[in-house]
């Protein structure tokens, strides 16, 4: 089975803050992606990576950035929290072949005061 | 027009009854499809892949309609731990994703 791990379940962080979300997988998936997800606005797509190195934006990247040093590892970072990046993040990743699905990790709520 | 498009409901339906969903695409260059399955403050869950001929899995079965762009989930003899959202995934061959905003379903007793 495919695991996606997050680092964090629950986050309470000041505004103004830098935030680390770190997110790992164990399939040797080359696709990694981060999504925020939201009542009424579904899933959004931050930043995904196709392979180590590389980063693209996704469709809601500002306040945020990524890091792929790593493989197996794809990390989200927020700049300077803001009220307004409370919501839920999670990460997915997938090999990227033909029909292969995503596999989502159990996401950070993450909330900033 | 949202690029995939499903009717948020809520549908509420009796235990042992058939429910069916519904997911509209409008991009031709859709290459695959899913459907997944969220729970209340989880993360999606991948239900199942949608391939052309139409596929089963037990009471899930999922249809592919590429001359009217929709795909569809039908649900048979629903259970009380079959409520939750259920969300459609089409792939590009761009290797896009666009997410539906889900469909809820609560099963009742």
Redesign the interface.
């Known amino acids: 089975d495919v695991k996606v791990t997050q680092s964090s379940r629950y986050l309470v962080k000041r505004t103004g803050e830098k935030v680390f979300l770190e997110c790992v997988q164990d399939m040797d998936h080359e ?1 990694m ?1 981060w999504y925020r997800q939201d009542p ?4 959004r ?1 931050i930043y995904f990576s ?1 392979d180590v190195k590389m980063k693209e934006k996704g469709d809601i990247p500002e306040g945020y950035s990524v890091s792929r040093e790593k493989k197996e590892r794809f990390s989200l970072i927020l700049e300077s929290a803001s009220t307004n990046q409370t919501s ?1 993040y ?1 990460c997915a990743s997938t090999s ?1 072949q ?2 292969s ?7 950070t ?1 993450l909330t900033v005061t | 027009r949202k690029e995939v498009e499903q009717d948020p409901g809520p549908f509420n339906v009796p235990e042992g009854a058939t429910v069916a969903f519904n997911c509209t695409y409008s991009n031709s260059a859709s290459q ?1 499809f ?1 459907w997944y399955r969220q729970d209340c ?6 239900l199942m ?1 949608v ?1 052309s001929s139409g596929n089963e899995d037990g009471r899930f079965t999922a249809q592919l309609n590429r001359a009217s762009q929709y795909i569809s989930l039908l649900i048979r003899d629903s259970k009380l731990s079959d409520s939750a959202t259920y ?1 459609c ?1 089409v792939r590009l061959y761009n ?1 896009k ?1 666009i ?4 469909t809820s379903l609560a099963v009742n007793p």
């Open positions: 696709n992606f009424g606005l579904g899933l797509l196709y839920m999670l990227g033909g029909n699905p995503l596999h989502f990790g159990n996401g709520r | 695959s899913f403050r989880k993360e999606p869950k991948l892949s391939y969300l995934v290797r994703l997410w539906g905003l889900g």
